[in-house]
């Protein structure tokens, strides 16, 4: 985490990466570096999937080991604070799948990155949130109305949507990375990671 002169912070960590999710899908590296360009048009940095706009990003990209790094520039004061009391410890990240792996449909080829959100606890599958349904402007494709409905939830592997589906599609990363970091360090650290 680095605070700003005007009191707003900038944070940098991993917001998702090609390993099994609490959900049992995996999010190919090339479906998230394809879903850059059109996210970063917006760039919506959200908390906890809602639709208040925390932030904006300011870096993604997807590096070379598959994991996707993610920096926002927070400006909601009321998010800046929980940010620097440790209320946020990860990002997530939302928006609706595309395509799936002919033979294995846990494996996400085709995304629409929408947003990516600060929130309080990453990746429990064991924890019960709400199932929050946003973007409607988001376009069915494939006639898949269970992955082309735009469903945001802390832990998906407990939802259900209110059409009693699985909310599908949300991947998050648990911590933020720290200055001089080169693994994870949790939560927000004092800066952008360094190169080791």
Not at 57 to 73: L, P, R
Not at 99 to 110: F, P
Not at 160 to 171: D, I
Request: include cysteine.
């Amino acid at each position: 985490m680095e605070t700003q002169d005007d009191g707003t912070v900038k944070v940098w960590g991993y917001a998702s990466s090609e390993e099994i999710d609490s959900d049992g899908e995996v999010i190919a590296a090339a479906a998230m570096k394809a879903a850059i360009p059109d996210y970063m048009k917006f760039g919506a940095g959200r908390e906890m999937h809602g639709s208040n706009a925390a932030g904006t990003a300011i870096e993604i990209n997807v590096e070379d080991d598959g994991i996707t790094f993610f920096g926002a520039h927070i400006i909601d004061p009321v998010v800046v604070s929980k940010v620097k009391t440790g209320v946020y410890k990860g990002f997530s990240i939302g928006g609706s799948v595309t395509a799936r792996d002919d033979l294995n449909k846990s494996q996400i080829t085709g995304l629409k990155l929408t947003e990516i959100s600060l929130i309080d606890r990453p990746a429990n599958p064991d924890a019960v949130s709400t199932c929050f349904k946003a973007d409607k402007g988001a376009e069915a494709v494939n006639n898949d109305t269970e992955h082309n409905a735009t469903y945001f939830s802390h832990f998906p592997s407990k939802q259900k949507s209110t059409g009693g589906s699985r909310c599908p599609f949300l991947y998050r990363f648990p911590y933020f990375l720290s200055a001089g970091s080169t693994g994870l360090a949790g939560p927000f650290g004092a800066g952008a990671p360094t190169e080791a």
